[in-house]
């Protein structure tokens, strides 16, 4: 009936006081397949009290120290990378080659996250009075950063494992301490992740992560006093999040209807391969999730698109298939709602509309236009619709006539034209002649509008949990 697994505080594994449990359905089997500890709002308390302690302390711990112990802490996890991402595997379906890259990929950033910070931690600013007219050459100011407290760490379950270390890396170098609530789905991947750091020798508190239902200490943890920054990555919670916390700095990476857009000259073969990498390589908040195609090339387009993906493979994940069960039944309803919504309006389905259990089937949605939900919304699910557009314009206006603005991609063999698509596009990255993507890691990674607010990215993430510190000498 499933393992039950503890969570984590000032150092060591315990057993909430609730007595009580959430279970973790596998989406392939549809059984519960681990259960995860129901913490209570006291745990969370006293979890809190820890973390501003361990803070106090690692804050003065030197620079170097704090980099060599998070070098470890990657090298521990690459070594555990199989049974983390055999939890991937059973929890959220990943296919298994996928959920190894993200946990090498997560050592990787890790280590890359101690190195930047060494860079940019390690050095201040000194300025001079007297640029500033009316001053004489007095004041002479040293500026440094320094951390911002207590990092609270709110992970989707797309990425439990990476889009956490990609939170807890750039807070631990800079000097915070911080708090983790893995999503439920990815909640036992995410406490394996955090037992490497605990492996690697993390000052006691430093680290926590706690478990349990959003009901109960969703709303408590991210407006708890003690918590000093938010990171959040997943849906709307993070517009209800934004607008419930305190005066605090926030990361929030929400939804995305990342839109392709296919000009006349674009490389057909290199569009569909990525259209069909971007739109059907998971549950992702960077993939393709609206083709926007000139009528002209459109046909040619979808028809190589197709017979891709006639070639992707359909079923389990521990079977490497290019297409897994989505996460939830609720997640596989909502996506068969858009699909049945656009049918009814006169979308052309490219294939057979599939369904079993959480696995749905790949499906290319030809002719969708704009009163269907499909060319707004965001399935979360392998199901892509395609719009066919007689100008860039159209092409721009529909992509800015969207809520997110997360990324989008443009191909072209023009470049000029490239660049002027990508300025008039609202999305936070653009990618010409490829499909959107979150990495490499150190790149900033941001969305407009409703997907988000402030820049991911490693060296971003590092200076968004900083404050600014100045000292002034001011000479006689
Ligand atoms: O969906 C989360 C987002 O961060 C995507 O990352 O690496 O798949 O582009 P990636």
């Known amino acids: 009936d499933g393992d039950v697994y503890k969570y984590y505080s000032e150092g060591e594994w315990k057993v909430s006081n609730s007595g009580k449990t959430v279970s973790i359905i596998n989406p392939t089997t549809r059984k519960t397949q681990y259960k995860v500890q129901a913490c209570t709002q006291e745990e969370v308390n ?25 070098h470890k802490a990657a090298a521990i996890l690459k070594e555990h990378k199989n049974p983390i991402s ?7 379906a990943k296919p298994a080659k996928d959920a190894i890259t993200e ?19 390690g050095e201040g600013k000194f300025l001079l009075s007297d640029s500033f007219p009316g001053n004489e050459r007095t004041k002479y100011c040293l500026t440094s950063k320094i951390p911002v407290g207590v990092v609270l760490a709110i992970p989707p ?58 009901s109960e200490i969703g709303d408590f943890l991210t407006m708890h006093p003690a918590v000093n920054c938010i990171s959040f990555t997943g849906g709307d919670t993070g517009i209800t999040i934004s607008k419930k916390a305190s005066m605090i700095p926030l990361q929030m990476e929400l939804g995305g209807k990342d839109a392709c857009i296919i000009l006349e000259d674009a490389d057909l073969d290199l569009a569909a391969s990525n259209i069909v ?14 083709v926007l195609v000139m009528e002209s090339v459109a046909d040619e387009l979808v028809k190589k698109v197709n017979e891709k993906i006639a070639k992707l493979t359909v079923g389990p994940p521990e079977d490497d298939c290019d297409i897994t069960p989505v996460v939830t039944e609720s997640s596989a309803n909502f996506i068969e709602g858009l699909v049945t919504d656009a049918k009814q309006k006169g979308a052309m389905f490219c294939q057979v509309y599939k369904r079993e259990g959480n696995l749905i089937w790949p499906l290319l949605l030809d002719n969708v236009r704009p009163d269907m939900r499909i060319a707004w919304e965001e399935p979360f699910g392998p ?52 499909a959107p993507a979150r990495g490499p890691d150190h790149f900033p990674f941001q969305g407009l509008k409703d997907s988000g607010i402030g820049s991911q990215g490693i060296t971003n993430s590092i200076s968004m949990m900083t404050k600014i510190k100045s000292t002034v000498i001011n000479l006689p």
């Open 46 to 70: 006293s979890v809190m009290e820890c973390s501003k302690k361990a803070q106090k302390s690692w804050a003065k711990t030197p620079l170097w120290k704090r980099a060599e112990l998070l």
């Open 277 to 290: 990498k971007g739109g059907f390589s998971g549950q992702r908040c960077t993939a393709v999730k609206v």
């Open 86 to 92: 055999e939890c991937l595997v059973k929890e959220i």
């Open 157 to 214: 379950f797309n990425y439990p494992v990476n889009l956490a270390v990609s939170k807890i890396a750039p807070a631990l170098i800079a000097g915070n301490s911080l708090v983790l609530k893995p999503p439920t789905q990815g909640a036992v991947a995410a406490l394996h992740m955090v037992h490497c750091f605990h492996l690697a020798g993390f000052p006691k508190g430093l680290i926590s992560c706690v478990t349990g239902k959003g």
């Open 383 to 434: 199901v892509l619709p395609v719009i066919r557009i007689s100008s860039v314009e159209e092409g721009i206006h529909h992509c800015n006539a969207s809520n997110f603005g997360l990324q989008g991609c443009v191909f072209t063999r023009d470049i000029n034209k490239a660049i002027l698509i990508s300025d008039a596009m609202e999305a936070g990255t653009v990618q010409i002649n490829s």
């Open 103 to 121: 946990v090498v990929r997560s050592g990787d950033l890790v280590s890359y996250c101690a190195e930047e910070g060494v860079r940019i931690l």
